[in-house]
C-alpha cells in the first residue's frame, strides 16, 4: 500500500523567503557597522571599555573587573599579621 506524501509548496516558499530577508537584513546591518573597518586604511572598531575613555580616567573611574583585580593583589608592603593559633 502506498502512501502518498504532500508537501506544501506555499509554506516552503515563504520560509525560504523569510529566510532570504532575514540574511539580507543581516548582511546588511554587517556591512553597516563593518564601514569603517571595510573601507578605512588601518581601521579598527572603537574600544568601548572604560579604561578606553580619557575623561573617565580623568575623573578616576575605572573597570570594575581591573579595580577587584588590583584590590586581590598581595600588597607587598604590607606586615604579615601573626595567626591566632598557637603552633605545636
Request: glycine share 6%; charged share 25%; with cysteine.
Amino acid at each position: 500500500m502506498l502512501t502518498k506524501v504532500y508537501i506544501c509548496s506555499t509554506k516552503i516558499e515563504e520560509m525560504t523567503e523569510t529566510i532570504l530577508i532575514t540574511l539580507l537584513i543581516v548582511a546588511i546591518c554587517i556591512a553597516l557597522l563593518g564601514m569603517r573597518i571595510f573601507f578605512v586604511k588601518g581601521g579598527k572598531f572603537p574600544n568601548t571599555h572604560v579604561s578606553g575613555n580619557k575623561t573617565l580616567r580623568d575623573k578616576g573611574v575605572g573597570c570594575a573587573q581591573s579595580q577587584d583585580r588590583e584590590a586581590r593583589m598581595e600588597n607587598k608592603l604590607a606586615i604579615k599579621e601573626k595567626s591566632s593559633k598557637t603552633e605545636r
